[in-house]
């Protein structure tokens, strides 16, 4: 959900010699994954050959297939190692971003917004937004997902081969060409279908690679209630193992922050923006076989997402108890050579694994960045083809003509990606711009899909405008944080607010701005019919009766027992 | 999916591959201990998680493999 991870600091800070040294045992384990996935392509190529099946894997996906590939689709390698150099650096205090951050949406997704994605028939959310609001909304979040998604894929690219340099030593351009061309073939092959059995695929060697490094950390450590003890006498201080109790005040936590920016900012507004319409994610669901499936698939997410913690935010928490070096920034790694919080995961990974064990874990690295990739370039594809070139630019070509651009799209999502790659290699801090475009646009969108489904009254010009205030008012509010550090105390309430805190407000007012400019220009416009509003909107929509057989086949029942376990987490890691 | 082999199948796949491959090293290492010992070498973590890898693997590979 958001890069924590400082590649260019990372690659000043690669020292001469890599961390890991593989073995002809690892290579082999890493070479039969790149087998695999070029294999699943090919094996695909056959059933994707209409858009239905290109675009949409042929929405035949199951609620467990479509829930991993969900979940998996956010979970790449430099979320990963990001968030555990967070957990290293901040304390339990980053799975606020897997918990918190992500449980609420994704139910709240499952529950309540996915009968309408689904009913629509829609093929994204840039295409419900033309439904709902007509074609200048449709056209204003199409071309601004498209840009960013490819150019984050690039940034993506650049960081994974930064981290293949300092942690096995490869060359830069080698990395970044093996991964994208081995993308480039088993998505333009085998569409969304041959991404998804990747990140299915993919999520299975993040758990099996990084499960290792948390239960043997624990066993040396001798359990959690130890491990807490080490922290604290090590630290002073028994603030990183508590989530909530530290965040009465800005100053009383070490990242800075607030429980209302939690809450408000991050709980609400960053996270429901980002799982219910970025449709990189969004896209993995309405490729469910039926709306049973597509409301399941965000529930079986949210009970893996919940999980994730242990093997990112455990071993950052471990690696405070038992790493005998300490870690730094990565600004201060790359001036005295020492190692940078991002490192914390490839160095545990070390620490426990041999040969074998060893490529595993590192393959599992090359698979979430390989899959991160596919998932962006695969989105990109699909709303290029069908909500930019399809709806504006040729409009009645047929159906083979769309499965060809999209297979084109692909191949020139990856090149556009390398390029951008090469050009963040000499420009590093393009990156963060792009990153923080990238985050602009996704809370006042989420403020225009929710008002859409949920009031009727909403009008084409009320969506338009809302949406465009919005994002105009995150845009303003980083470049006046930008050029005068001293606005921070305006925009995250506080002077002593750090950057999370800050992108957790500015989101806030994002979407605040966005919600009133929709209500206020609605209220002064033409509203639609009711009857144009039947499958888009709650209240002029007849949902569809689920006859389940059992009580446990309900997403509601399974809703509420991750609901619970949510709830319950929170309250022991208190 | 229909007329597909399940994704399951592939990752059976995988899993076996990665489990033979983890366990034989492990059992390697018994009779000829690297020069540098991981932490916690002693549990022998490649025999006892690829043994494992191994079990889960054959099973889906077997549960999932295609009937046509």
Redesign the interface.
């Known amino acids: 959900m958001t890069l924590a991870l400082a590649p260019a600091g990372l690659l000043a800070a690669s020292v001469q010699h890599s961390l890991v040294r593989l073995s002809g045992?690892d290579i082999?384990?890493i070479a039969?994954?790149f087998g695999?996935v070029i294999y699943?392509g090919f094996?695909?190529k056959g059933?994707s050959n209409t858009s239905e099946e290109f675009f949409m894997a042929?929405r035949?996906?199951?609620a467990w297939?479509a829930g991993l590939s969900f979940v998996s689709a956010n979970l790449g390698s430099l979320e990963l190692m990001g968030w555990a150099g967070s957990a290293y650096q901040y304390g339990i205090l980053a799975t606020h971003w897997y918990w918190i951050g992500a449980i609420p949406a994704m139910l709240f997704l499952g529950i309540v917004m996915m009968p309408f994605y689904y009913i629509s028939r829609t093929h994204s959310v840039p295409g419900y937004l033309h439904l709902r609001y007509g074609d200048g909304t449709r056209a204003l979040s199409a071309i601004c997902f498209a840009l960013m998604t490819v150019l984050m894929s690039g940034i993506n690219m650049f960081a994974m081969a930064v981290v293949m340099k300092v942690v096995l030593g490869w060359n830069l351009s080698f990395s970044i060409w093996v991964s994208s061309i081995t993308v480039a073939i088993y998505v333009a092959l085998g569409g969304l279908r041959s991404a998804?059995?990747n990140e299915?695929?993919q999520f299975?060697?993040i758990w099996?690679g990084a499960l290792?490094i948390p239960i043997?950390g624990l066993?040396?450590c001798g359990g959690w209630t130890n491990l807490k003890h080490q922290i604290a006498t090590r630290l002073g201080t028994t603030d990183y193992t508590h989530l909530w109790s530290t965040t009465a005040h800005f100053k009383d936590n070490p990242m800075g922050i607030h429980w209302t920016g939690i809450v408000f900012g991050l709980g609400i507004v960053i996270s429901f923006g980002y799982w219910t319409t970025d449709f990189l994610v969004v896209q993995r669901v309405l490729s469910a076989h039926n709306l049973r499936a597509a409301r399941m698939s965000p529930i079986i997410g949210a009970a893996f997402k919940m999980c994730v913690p242990f093997i990112v935010i455990l071993p950052g928490l471990l690696a405070l108890s038992?790493l005998p070096v300490h870690l730094v920034p990565a600004n201060v790694a790359a001036a005295t050579g020492q190692h940078s919080y991002n490192e914390v995961l490839p160095l545990m990974l070390?620490?426990?694994?041999?040969?074998?064990?060893l490529g595993?874990g590192v393959t599992a690295l090359i698979a979430g960045f390989m899959s991160g990739m596919a998932g962006n370039v695969s989105a990109f594809a699909t709303v290029w083809t069908y909500d930019i070139y399809g709806a504006f630019l040729n409009r009645k070509a047929s159906d083979s003509h769309y499965v060809a651009m999209g297979r084109w799209c692909t191949f020139i999502g990856v090149l556009i990606s390398v390029g951008t790659a090469y050009i963040v290699q000499h420009a590093a801090s393009i990156m963060d711009y792009v990153q923080a475009l990238f985050s602009f646009f996704i809370a006042p969108l989420f403020g225009t899909v929710i008002l859409g489904m949920l009031w009727k009254r909403a009008t084409k010009a009320g969506g338009f405008w809302g949406l465009l205030a919005g994002t105009c008012t995150a845009i303003g509010l980083w470049v006046w944080v930008h050029f005068n550090p001293a606005a921070l105390r305006y925009v995250a309430l506080s002077p002593d607010a750090k950057v999370m805190a800050e992108d957790m407000y500015r989101a806030l007012w994002s979407w605040l701005v966005c919600v009133i400019v929709t209500v206020v220009v609605s209220l002064m416009t033409q509203p639609r019919p009711e009857s144009e509003l039947e499958g888009l909107v709650y209240g002029a929509t007849k949902l569809p009766e689920e006859h389940d057989d059992h009580w446990y086949q309900k997403p509601i029942v399974w809703a509420s027992v991750i609901a619970v376990v949510f709830i319950g987490l929170n309250i022991i890691f208190w | 999916m229909r007329g597909h082999t399940s994704i399951w199948f592939f990752s059976g796949i995988l899993l076996l591959c990665y489990g033979l491959l983890i366990t034989a090293t492990g059992l390697w290492e018994l009779v000829h201990p690297p020069a540098v010992e991981p932490v916690l070498w002693q549990l022998h973590a490649p025999i006892w998680w690829g043994g494992m890898m191994t079990a889960g693997g054959l099973f889906y590979t077997i549960r999932f493999r295609s009937h046509h």
């Open positions: 045992v082999a384990v039969i994954y695999i699943i094996y695909l059933s042929g035949e996906m199951t297939i998804i059995f299915v695929l299975l060697l099996l290792l043997l066993v040396e038992v070390v620490r426990y694994c041999g040969p074998g064990l595993l």
